[in-house]
């Protein structure tokens, strides 16, 4: 179900839709000019390991907000904000695994929980294409592809495992403007990780993400792959932690941060 046609123009209106259950697919596309961001929601013993690991890994995970203990709210990056309800879908994690796929955690919320918002990668696409450099998943229609990679990321506590990336098919050119626009957003994942040879990174197969939805890489062009946001859920599951929730990919929280604001130089 998408917003019914109502026009979402700000992280608020998203917020209120998911709220409503008006909004429960992809934000993509909402909210323009808006920053969004992953969630990873965490026991308040695992959350001083948890913010360590994203310092060690800024470019998957770049923090952008991190609640007090068993507060739902996040008044630093939106007014009105209830991250029980505000976010179109969620995954719950027992043991690693996801047990439930819901619009509403607030059945799972508990007072010892610690909520981190890291920055998304809809940040820079906007950037991309005002810049007329065009994006194969938003002209389908579809969630960007992601792929757990053989890129470790740099452990903290029980989290470790391997980054994750979203890829973006491009020709030479239009990558190397990508790296010049993204370079300037380190808060949403900054410039590329890896281009072209997807095997050098341990990806065998374009057209079979982990998550999102495959696209079509046409010739003359070259897969370019970006850390991503959806790193931490990877290794939530790979260290098997006894509790813990997060956004279902492609379902992000709008906040009322703008993303011009994160661009530097």
Same mark, same amino acid.
């Given at each position: 179900?998408?917003?019914?046609?109502?026009?979402?123009?700000?992280?608020?209106?998203?917020?209120?839709?998911?709220?409503?259950?008006?909004?429960?697919?992809?934000?993509?596309?909402?909210?323009?000019?808006?920053?969004?961001?992953?969630?990873?929601?965490?026991?308040?013993?695992?959350?001083?390991?948890?913010?360590?690991?994203?310092?060690?890994?800024?470019?998957?995970?770049?923090?952008?907000?991190?609640?007090?203990?068993?507060?739902?709210?996040?008044?630093?990056?939106?007014?009105?904000?209830?991250?029980?309800?505000?976010?179109?879908?969620?995954?719950?994690?027992?043991?690693?695994?996801?047990?439930?796929?819901?619009?509403?955690?607030?059945?799972?919320?508990?007072?010892?929980?610690?909520?981190?918002?890291?920055?998304?990668?809809?940040?820079?696409?906007?950037?991309?294409?005002?810049?007329?450099?065009?994006?194969? %998943?938003?002209?389908?229609?579809?969630?960007?592809?992601?792929?757990?990679?053989?890129?470790?990321? =740099?452990?903290?506590?029980?989290?470790?495992?391997?980054?994750?990336?979203?890829?973006?098919?491009?020709?030479?050119?239009?990558?190397?403007?990508?790296?010049? =626009?993204?370079?300037?957003?380190?808060?949403?994942?900054?410039?590329?990780? %890896?281009?072209?040879?997807?095997?050098? =990174?341990?990806?065998?197969?374009?057209?079979?993400?982990?998550?999102?939805?495959?696209?079509? =890489?046409?010739?003359?062009?070259?897969?370019?792959?970006?850390?991503?946001?959806?790193?931490?859920?990877?290794?939530?599951?790979?260290?098997?932690?006894?509790?813990?929730?997060? %956004?279902?990919?492609?379902?992000?929280?709008?906040?009322?941060?703008?993303?011009?604001?994160?661009?530097?130089?």
């Amino acid at each position: 179900m998408s917003s019914g046609g109502t026009p979402l123009a700000t992280g608020l209106d998203v917020r209120l839709a998911s709220r409503s259950g008006t909004l429960t697919d992809s934000t993509a596309g909402f909210a323009p000019g808006y920053v969004q961001a992953n969630l990873a929601i965490l026991p308040e013993r695992l959350a001083g390991d948890f913010l360590r690991f994203c310092q060690r890994n800024p470019k998957p995970c770049p923090l952008i907000g991190v609640s007090e203990v068993g507060d739902p709210t996040l008044a630093a990056i939106g007014a009105d904000l209830d991250i029980r309800t505000d976010v179109p879908g969620y995954r719950v994690f027992r043991d690693g695994v996801v047990i439930a796929e819901t619009t509403d955690i607030r059945d799972y919320w508990r007072d010892d929980l610690v909520t981190f918002a890291i920055g998304c990668s809809l940040s820079f696409e906007e950037a991309l294409l005002d810049a007329d450099v065009p994006l194969r %998943h938003v002209e389908a229609g579809v969630k960007v592809p992601m792929f757990r990679t053989n890129i470790a990321c =740099i452990p903290a506590g029980p989290f470790a495992g391997p980054m994750v990336v979203s890829m973006r098919p491009m020709t030479p050119a239009q990558a190397i403007r990508a790296v010049q =626009i993204t370079s300037r957003y380190p808060a949403v994942h900054g410039a590329p990780v %890896h281009i072209g040879l997807p095997e050098a =990174i341990g990806i065998t197969d374009l057209s079979k993400p982990d998550y999102g939805d495959a696209v079509e =890489i046409r010739p003359g062009e070259l897969p370019v792959f970006w850390a991503c946001g959806v790193t931490p859920q990877s290794v939530i599951a790979a260290a098997k932690i006894d509790f813990a929730m997060a %956004h279902a990919p492609g379902m992000m929280l709008a906040t009322d941060l703008k993303n011009h604001a994160l661009a530097t130089g």
